[in-house]
């Protein structure tokens, strides 16, 4: 719970940031892949949706603070009833832009907390973890303004929701539409 209230209170810092630096805010969607060879073959690779903001400290270091959601179905392997899945990644930290301009590269990472629930007629499982992400991607703009925003990132997020350990990490590629004030 104090994760969650840590990131809420940055995230809450960072409302109050476009008086100080230009800011950016992405709506985007994503290819998921999971990287833990269980959690693919249970549920498998999806889309999720999320949301970036990111501000700008200098000419080309930025800090940004997101979230993700993923969510699927599956199936219990010994009585065939179902199982849904939610993930929830509220994430922070920094970019570094490699270029400015129309075509703006980017390299960064950041901390995440990754809220896991799986649900069955067995039972509910929850956990929140912390762990890690990298990512590079490119602002392109299109108007003034308007940029389309892709990235390519790899999240490890390791924990342990009933008596078996998961990482809930992944590669994940998409891209989104960024408004740049």
Same mark, same amino acid.
């Given at each position: 719970?104090?994760?969650?209230?840590?990131?809420?209170?940055?995230?809450?810092?960072?409302?109050?940031?476009? *008086?100080?630096? *230009?800011? %950016? @805010?992405?709506?985007?969607?994503?290819?998921? =892949?999971?990287? %833990?060879?269980?959690?693919? %073959?249970?549920?498998?690779?999806?889309?999720?949706?999320?949301?970036?903001?990111?501000?700008?400290?200098?000419?080309?270091?930025?800090?940004?603070? !997101?979230? %993700?959601?993923?969510?699927?179905? #599956?199936?219990?392997?010994?009585?065939?009833?179902? &199982?849904?899945?939610?993930? &929830?990644?509220?994430?922070?930290?920094?970019?570094?832009?490699?270029? &400015?301009?129309?075509?703006?590269?980017? *390299?960064? &990472?950041? +901390?995440?907390?990754?809220?896991?629930?799986?649900?069955?007629? +067995? #039972?509910?499982?929850?956990?929140? #973890?912390? !762990? *890690?992400?990298?990512?590079?991607?490119?602002?392109? =703009? +299109?108007?003034? !303004?308007?940029? @389309?925003?892709?990235?390519?990132?790899?999240?490890?997020?390791?924990?342990?929701?009933?008596?078996?350990? @998961?990482?809930?990490?992944?590669?994940?590629? #998409?891209?989104?539409?960024?408004?740049?004030?």
């Amino acid at each position: 719970m104090r994760k969650i209230i840590f990131c809420g209170l940055v995230l809450a810092g960072l409302a109050v940031a476009p *008086a100080l630096a *230009a800011m %950016d @805010i992405t709506a985007r969607g994503q290819y998921f =892949r999971p990287t %833990d060879k269980a959690f693919q %073959d249970f549920y498998g690779s999806g889309w999720k949706a999320g949301g970036e903001i990111g501000f700008r400290l200098t000419g080309r270091l930025d800090i940004w603070a !997101g979230g %993700d959601y993923f969510a699927r179905s #599956g199936m219990l392997t010994f009585t065939g009833e179902d &199982t849904k899945l939610t993930l &929830t990644n509220l994430g922070m930290g920094i970019r570094y832009r490699l270029t &400015t301009g129309p075509i703006s590269l980017y *390299a960064g &990472t950041g +901390i995440l907390v990754c809220l896991f629930k799986e649900s069955n007629p +067995i #039972g509910v499982a929850s956990r929140t #973890g912390v !762990g *890690a992400l990298a990512r590079t991607g490119l602002f392109l =703009r +299109i108007v003034r !303004g308007f940029f @389309i925003h892709f990235s390519l990132g790899y999240s490890y997020c390791p924990m342990k929701p009933a008596d078996y350990n @998961i990482d809930v990490g992944g590669l994940e590629g #998409g891209a989104g539409l960024a408004v740049v004030f």
